[in-house]
């Protein structure tokens, strides 16, 4: 079994700077995925990004990047010069290699302000 | 161009009713996946399908049945509906059903409101 941890209900963040949203997990599987989904208000879930067990560098997509770190298992999504639109639910999920469903965090919404 | 769709978006009925929803993806992949989301938004896996056969089934009243006709389509359908069951209820597929890699993509969610 997986599970993930999102500890921030909230995060406020200006236009333009750095954010990063926390995730921590807990699993004994050695082979494991962690995924950032986003769900803007209009509800649809987004695929952002992708990280692997086995991976030895950090994921990035765009203006996404994960901050792995396995001996602290933690998998903390940056964005990084936020926009307007970045304004959103972010859920962090886990995948094991034995079991194909996807766990969820608790999510973090996010509100990007002027 | 859709990948994962669902219908309908919205569903309001009565309690004890009986409803579907139907999900098709256009990707080419195996397994198919039932999720719900409830009104803290947490969201929980129900079912999940490999090329129409069942695979997971967590723990869900079986008033809640899937069915797949083919390994492109998984409906949901819902006997007796509850007050209860309002939630959202987002269908998702992926290329393989083994592998922490298999990324999962979404539909866009159909919301359910039992009256």
């Known amino acids: 079994a997986q599970k993930i941890t999102q500890t921030q209900p909230g995060m406020f963040v200006q236009e333009k700077e750095a954010v990063t949203l926390d995730c921590t997990y807990d699993?004994?599987?050695?082979?494991?995925?962690l995924f950032w989904y986003k769900q803007p208000s209009s509800g649809e879930m987004i695929f952002l990004i992708y990280?692997?067990?086995?991976?030895?560098q950090n994921a990035t997509e765009g203006r996404y990047s994960l901050n792995f770190q396995k001996a602290r298992k933690s998998a903390n999504l940056v964005i990084s010069a936020s926009q307007l639109g970045d304004s959103a639910m972010y859920f962090c999920?886990?995948?094991?290699?034995?079991?194909?469903?996807?766990?969820f965090g608790t999510g973090t919404r996010l509100q990007v302000t002027l | 161009d859709t990948a994962v769709s669902q219908t309908p978006k919205y569903l309001v009925t009565q309690m004890g009713n009986d409803k579907s929803i139907k999900c098709e993806q256009n990707l080419g992949h195996d397994t198919m996946y039932w999720y719900k989301q409830d009104s803290k938004k947490f969201l929980k896996i129900m079912f999940s399908y490999n090329n129409k056969e069942l695979i997971i089934n967590e723990t869900v009243p079986n008033r809640f049945s899937p069915k797949s006709p083919d390994k492109a389509h998984l409906n949901l359908h819902i006997n007796s509906l509850e007050l209860g069951d309002s939630a959202v209820y987002f269908c998702?597929?992926?290329?393989?059903?083994?592998?922490?890699?298999?990324?999962?993509?979404f539909g866009p969610g159909t919301r359910l409101t039992v009256l």
């Open positions: 998702a597929s992926s290329h393989d059903l083994t592998g922490a890699a298999d990324t999962q993509y």
């Open positions: 699993t004994s599987d050695p082979s494991y995925g």
């Open positions: 999920a886990g995948l094991t290699g034995t079991a194909s469903k996807l766990t």
């Open positions: 990280q692997g067990s086995y991976d030895q």
